[in-house]
């Protein structure tokens, strides 16, 4: 079973464009999949959810194609220990890396309350 990946995204672009990629991306996304954290004229901050572990590289992707002015980073963690951050714009490229992060039990764990009071 593919583990679960929270995304949490930056979308920076020119006020169309933005409202545009806001009132069309994620219509058919659940409401426990999708949230809006912060939103103004020429930039959108949210968290979304996709599945098989990772981000959806070709959606990422094809932002860049759909929308000219957009720069889009993505930071993503999933539940298995991967973590990584996926940058890009039409002008600048793509960057992506990739690391070994805590998984959710060994977050448990390293997070738990300590028995013993520091000196």
């Given at each position: 079973?593919?583990?679960?990946?929270?995304?949490?995204?930056?979308?920076?672009?020119?006020?169309?464009?933005?409202?545009?990629?806001?009132?069309?991306?994620?219509?058919?996304?659940?409401?426990?999949?999708?949230?809006?954290?912060?939103?103004?004229?020429?930039a959108?901050?949210?968290?979304?959810?996709?599945?098989?572990?990772?981000?959806?590289?070709?959606?990422?992707?094809?932002?860049?194609?759909?929308?000219?002015?957009?720069?889009?980073?993505?930071?993503?963690r999933?539940?298995?220990?991967?973590?990584?951050?996926?940058?890009?714009?039409?002008?600048?490229?793509?960057?992506?890396?990739?690391?070994?992060?805590?998984?959710?039990?060994?977050?448990?764990?390293?997070?738990r309350?300590?028995?013993?009071?520091?000196?």
């Amino acid at each position: 079973m593919p583990n679960d990946c929270w995304n949490e995204m930056t979308v920076t672009g020119t006020q169309e464009e933005i409202a545009q990629f806001a009132a069309t991306e994620f219509i058919e996304a659940p409401a426990w999949a999708f949230t809006i954290q912060s939103r103004g004229a020429e930039a959108i901050q949210f968290r979304v959810w996709s599945n098989d572990g990772r981000p959806d590289y070709d959606w990422l992707e094809g932002l860049l194609i759909q929308y000219q002015s957009l720069w889009v980073k993505n930071v993503w963690r999933e539940e298995g220990g991967r973590a990584g951050v996926w940058i890009g714009s039409r002008g600048g490229g793509v960057r992506r890396f990739e690391w070994d992060d805590m998984c959710l039990e060994e977050k448990a764990h390293r997070f738990r309350q300590a028995s013993i009071e520091p000196t």
